[in-house]
């Protein structure tokens, strides 16, 4: 029987793959035989530590730093990633953060800035860079990571967030029609609460239960639930899968 799920000669680049749900994709994309490429900003000591995981494993990865809001540092990356690894086959837009929670009363332009240029055009660019060598070759997957406050606006302070990754929504559904033509097939995945340094760092334990009150299964969700769902999506098995956004979030929101 064919295993739809074999990813053995793609090469793959996840960008904020230093921890959480970008961690967790290029471990598993690995082990579905991916060659990865992990991209991070800051935390090298975590995306070094996902590499030698990788690698201890029998796998080929190769970590690279680059600042995703910058055309000046993307393009490197992603020549020097399928110069070591490969073409790149697949692609996951994962770097991103909510970076301060803003009532709208405390929002300066700076903050707003910031977070779209993170969420939003960091994706934006990073998939304007891959796409060239993919359309050339006529096949690709990209992945693009979302959130549910796309769809309800967030927690409190979230409402910057949430507007760029709905506007991420809309680009996954603009480069889903743009690229299909040329056997790209683009889709987003939009996680709810899950256990990642995200919600460490920007939610109270008090939060979390009451987000837990919401949600049908009773928990919050773990990253490696978010990176199977990614490894699907980019997988044979969603050959037919395009434009579309998958929730991940225990019934939190159903659409």
Known sequence: MQNYMDLTGKTALVTGASSGIGAATAAVLAELGARVAIGFHNNRNGAEEVCHGIVAAGGKAVALQADMRKPA?????????????????????????????YPLRDLTEAGWDEIMDLNLKSAVLCTQAVAPSMIERK??????????????GGGPGAGPYAASKAALIAMTKAQAKEFAPFGIRVNAISPGVIATPFHEVFSTPEMIANFV???????????????????????????????????????????
């Open 139 to 152: 096949t690709g997957a990209i992945v693009n990571v979302v959130s549910i406050a796309a769809h309800n």
């Open 73 to 101: 540092e993307v393009r490197p990356l992603v020549e020097r990633a399928s110069a070591e690894l490969g073409p790149l086959d697949i692609l996951v837009n994962n770097a991103g953060s909510l970076v301060k929670r």
């Open 213 to 255: 009150k919401g949600i049908p299964l009773g928990r919050v969700g773990k990253s490696i639930e978010c990176a199977t769902v990614i490894a699907f999506l980019v997988s044979d098995a969603a050959s037919y899968m395009v434009g579309e956004t998958v929730e991940v979030n225990g019934g939190q929101l159903m659409r």
